[in-house]
Nanobody, 117 residues
Framework: VQLVESGGGLVQPGGSLRLSCAASGFTFSSYGMRWYRQAPGKERELVAGITSAGGRTNYADSVKGRFTISRDNAKNTVYLQMNSLKAEDTAVYYC???????????WGQGTQVTVSS
């Protein structure tokens, strides 16, 4: 299993970024995917999740209405569209999946998002 995030960077407050996570090594269309983030000195937190076919999504309260998770099963890629970014969104963002509760979670290397003027 390999998860490779991209799309992070420096953006001003109120700006937008779209993160991508390219997946390989497993049947992507069969598994839910999630985005987590970890800010300095804080625990890693779940940001958004999407089911295998993309029919259901869920979001942390702190990002509802601003972030959108989506996936393209033909491209084995999951996205996180982030709008109206705030300084408190600054973190390393990680892509995640897990085959079952008996399996370990898989993580990408992370992509840094910095929101600052």
């Amino acid at each position: 299993v390999q998860l490779v995030e991209s799309g992070g960077g420096l953006v001003q407050p109120g700006g937008s970024l779209r993160l991508s996570c390219a997946a390989s090594g497993f049947t992507f269309s069969s598994y839910g995917m999630r985005w987590y983030r970890q800010a300095p000195g804080k625990e890693r937190e779940l940001v958004a999740g999407i089911t295998s076919a993309g029919g259901r999504t869920n979001y942390a309260d702190s990002v509802k209405g601003r972030f959108t998770i989506s996936r393209d099963n033909a491209k084995n890629t999951v996205y996180l569209q982030m709008n109206s970014l705030k300084a408190e969104d600054t973190a390393v963002y990680y892509c995640n999946t897990r085959m079952s509760v008996a399996d370990p979670p898989y993580w990408g290397q992370g992509t840094q998002v910095t929101v600052s003027s």
